[in-house]
């Protein structure tokens, strides 16, 4: 029989009833070292205190009035983003992969305003994750992803991830703008490095076509910038960004340029939910936070830290984990076993990983984890490496 629940996820047999900082209470009062976040979304662990403050206070005032009126928290995040990145404006939403739908509109509006309407397609990276709408799922591809859903959106053109000269060859007369996670989340903790973001930055000015980056999973300080693409030295002209900006609260934007967004006109897009003033509260603080003097150089340095440390175990466990690849705190350790085995194996020692494409697990904890849980989080995964080893084959 179905549960109510629609069984579209295969769950661990963990329920949580509360947490605090990066730790996660059971309903029989265990407690485990939540190293994913919750996919990278409590960017400031659970139950942070100015977080709670900042809804609560949210919560006993207003909660919805529709985007019919001004927003005051609406217009106050928006501000903070601006102010704060390469972007002139944003669009809220209540998900990534809403973002990531505006994003897409506002390219092809882009150019359908220019007397171009014909440049409407948007070039893709196999093994990339945009969400889970129709739109979405068609632009990422994959049949995990895809299959028994179509028929398809159509408009995306994928080509290899680190291939230049494949994206390159897909840019042409129809091409409104290339779609990219500057580092994969999903699809396994691959970066692109800051010569290719580069690169495709050149191809989409020379094509007179748009840059969208999905920094939903490693944007919002997880690099040690406030934004993965910093590194690279370049901005996007569009940019989806979710995950940690609600730091646990539904919330996403699509933020661009003036440019960029000259075709989103009024009664373009829209959301009954989307920049409400709840979610604005927390991500007007979260973005706060982060902000402070200090926060994203402790970042840098707490993911040193954490960087050595894992090296340290691939060194010692080479028949548990092969490699570790990504930057800052989002990082994957690519696993010998199956990855669901080193998940598992973690969840014995009261250790929450995330597995992720090309048998990675993923660590994207929360971005003010102390040396303490630092420590304390590779020590379980000593531990939980031992036990991969002690098991039998
Ligand atoms: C999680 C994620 C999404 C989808 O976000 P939702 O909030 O689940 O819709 C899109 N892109 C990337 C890179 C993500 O990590």
């Known amino acids: ?83 704060n990145s390469f972007a002139d404006t944003a669009f809220f939403t209540n998900s990534g992969t809403e973002a990531m739908e505006c994003a897409v509109k506002m390219a092809r509006k882009y150019h359908h305003a220019r007397g171009n309407p014909e440049r409407n397609r948007v070039v893709t990276i196999e093994g990339s994750f945009h969400g889970r709408t129709m739109g979405m799922i068609a632009a990422a591809g994959g049949d995990k992803l895809t299959r028994g859903f179509a028929p398809l959106l159509e408009g995306f053109d994928r080509v290899p991830f680190g291939d230049i000269g494949a994206l390159r060859a897909a840019i042409g007369p129809a091409t409104a703008a290339i779609a990219v996670e500057p580092i994969l989340g999903e699809g396994g903790i691959k970066a692109f490095g800051p010569e290719a973001l580069r690169e495709m930055r050149a191809l989409c000015d020379e094509a007179g076509i748009l840059l969208i980056f999905d920094e939903i999973q490693c944007g ?92 340290g175990l691939v060194a010692s466990h080479p028949q548990v ?20 085995d080193v998940v598992q194996a973690g969840y014995g020692q009261h250790l929450l990983l995330v597995p992720a494409a090309e048998n990675v697990v993923r660590i994207l904890p929360p971005l003010n984890l102390t ?23």
């Open 1 to 83: 029989m179905i549960s109510p629940v629609l069984p579209t996820y295969a769950r661990a047999p963990l329920s949580f009833v509360e947490g605090a900082g990066p730790w996660l209470t059971t309903e029989t009062g265990e407690r485990y070292l939540d190293l994913g976040g919750g996919i990278a979304v409590t960017a400031l662990g659970h139950a942070n205190p100015r977080l709670v403050a900042a809804l609560e206070r949210q919560a006993r005032r207003l909660w919805h009035t529709s985007n019919l009126y001004r927003i005051p928290n609406q217009e106050k995040l928006a501000q903070l983003l601006v102010d």
């Open 220 to 311: 919002m300080g997880r690099t040690g910038r406030l934004w993965a693409h910093e590194w690279a030295g370049i901005a996007p002209d569009i940019m989806a960004v979710a995950k940690g900006i609600g730091g646990g609260f539904p919330l996403g934007a699509c933020l661009a340029t003036e440019d960029a967004a000259s075709g989103m006109t009024a009664g373009t897009h829209g959301s009954t939910y989307g920049g409400n003033p709840l979610g604005c509260a927390v991500g007007a603080e979260v973005l706060t936070v982060m902000l402070e003097d200090g926060f994203l150089d402790n970042v840098r340095r707490t993911a040193g830290r954490l960087r050595q440390g894992l090296e």
């Open 321 to 340: 984990f092969e490699s570790i690849r990504g930057e800052g705190l989002m990082l994957g350790l690519v696993c010998r076993p199956a990855n669901g």
């Open 371 to 393: 040396d303490a849980e630092i420590d304390e989080g590779l020590a379980r995964l000593e531990r939980t490496a031992l036990a991969v080893e002690a098991a039998p084959a």
